[in-house]
């Protein structure tokens, strides 16, 4: 008992738990609202026994002290407002998720269904063809709930750095052998030019690896009917910068300002039928930002896409 | 033969469903998006239209409505076959008339298979 009540009067950490602001958390705006409330009443009353001849001073400094908690009572109306608004986005979110698994999920059950029902011609190509589908969307699944328990890490906070010192150009090298098969299969050629005299750099090589497979996935994917991806990397004074330039379908002028939120899809990617979690960038200008860096990007509409990061050296 | 329409984006899902609709014997028509779903529904006259709702082009609601509105095609059952799971949704479908919405991981194919058989009088 004394220990919840002691928990209750730690508004810091209780805030902290709703993942918002201190200046928007109603416990912490109560708190100021009393304490405003008590030295704004002893102030009324030395003002006012200084004062007692002018009516006119008291009068407006009462005055002065309701419109502040005037303000302060808005604030807390606003303040519980926004957490109501985390709560929907929450749900919302949930009920994002629970699609997107949905339709993997399908997949595997009606394929398995299909396999083992009797009317299935046993033939191995089928078999074959069948069985690359149920790994296939496991993978899928697979990718999506590792993206999802970043995603859940950056919003409780909790997404440490395991910073170390990382040659970046043999990272991309390692990744862009990593995506041989699928370029091939997409009929993509990707085409590294790294500049000499490359510097280490200090980063979570985990996370960035996870950045610069999403932005090299994304070139593959979104470049339709095959074509060029292009990496460079070079050293920009004292930051290291990788740039990514795709053939691909482009971001449509007044999608651009949506693309790094979470769960946003562009609606010529879904006209493209090119399959995604719409998390991809999410993560990836989360880690760049809390590398220190910075990412952005131009696209032309048919023309394709050039993403840019930086990184300090 | 019967000829059912299947508007489905998932490729997996139209090749799998499709396969098993072939061997109960009927002749499948099939699209992947919303567009091409619904000028196959006015140019081919299907016995049934299986329709999915998150759809690209044109959302699955807006095809029924136009499936519905035309005096041509208003008599063809749609059966709603989704993986959205929202009452609103429902409630919208079946109020356009939808024969049935079935949500997709909650039914096995043989059961799918069923109630495409009754919806299109078999």
């Given amino acids: 008992m004394p220990k919840s009540f002691l928990g209750n009067l730690n508004i810091v950490s209780q805030c902290r738990r709703y993942g918002v602001s201190l200046w928007q958390c109603p416990q912490f705006l109560f708190l100021i609202m009393g304490l405003f409330i008590i030295s704004s009443s002893a102030g009324t009353y030395f003002i006012g026994t200084r004062f007692i001849d002018d009516p006119v001073i008291v009068a407006m400094v009462v005055l002065v002290i309701t419109a502040i908690l005037f303000i302060l009572s808005f604030a807390i109306t606003q303040s519980f407002e926004k957490l109501a608004e985390v709560s929907r986005l929450k749900s919302e979110f949930i009920g994002v998720v629970t699609h997107q698994l949905r339709s993997p999920l399908t997949n595997l059950k009606w394929a398995v269904e299909l396999i083992s029902s009797d009317d299935f011609v046993k033939d191995k190509e089928k078999e074959e063809e069948y069985y690359s589908v149920l790994k296939e969307n496991i993978t899928r699944m697979m990718e999506l709930v590792e993206e999802l328990l970043i995603v859940s890490k950056i919003e409780q906070g909790v997404l440490v750095l395991h910073r170390k010192e990382v040659d970046f150009k043999g990272l991309i090298d390692e990744m862009i052998s990593r995506f041989k098969f699928f370029a091939v299969a997409s009929n993509v050629f990707i085409k590294f030019y790294p500049k000499d005299n490359i510097p280490k750099v200090f980063i979570d090589p985990q996370q960035v690896k996870l950045v610069v497979e999403n932005l090299i996935d994304n070139a593959i994917r979104y470049t339709k009917g095959g074509g060029v991806v292009e990496i460079w990397l070079e050293k920009k004074g004292n930051l290291l910068q990788f740039k990514i330039k795709d053939q691909g379908v482009g971001i449509p002028e007044e999608d651009k300002k949506y693309i790094f939120q979470k769960f946003f899809r562009s609606e010529n990617i879904l006209k493209n039928q090119v399959r995604g979690t719409g998390l991809g960038l999410f993560v990836a200008k989360k880690i760049i930002d809390n590398s220190g860096g910075t990412i952005w990007f131009k696209s032309e509409l048919n023309k394709g896409t050039t993403f840019y990061f930086n990184l300090p050296i | ?122």
């Fill in chain 2, 1 to 122: 033969m019967k000829k059912i329409l299947f508007v489905e984006d998932e490729a997996v899902l139209q090749k799998t469903l499709t396969e098993i609709l072939k061997n109960e014997g009927y002749k499948v028509v099939n699209a992947l998006d919303g567009e091409s779903g619904l000028r196959l529904a006015k140019s081919q006259k299907p016995d049934l239209v299986l329709l999915d709702i998150v759809l690209p082009r044109l959302q699955g609601l807006e095809v029924l409505k136009a499936i519905k509105d035309d005096p041509e095609t208003k008599d063809i059952p749609v059966i709603i076959l989704t993986n959205l799971e929202s009452s609103q949704e429902i409630e919208k479908a079946l109020a356009f008339g939808a024969t049935t919405y079935l949500l997709k991981t909650q039914y096995t194919l043989p059961e799918i298979t069923e109630k495409i058989k009754s919806a299109i009088g078999e």
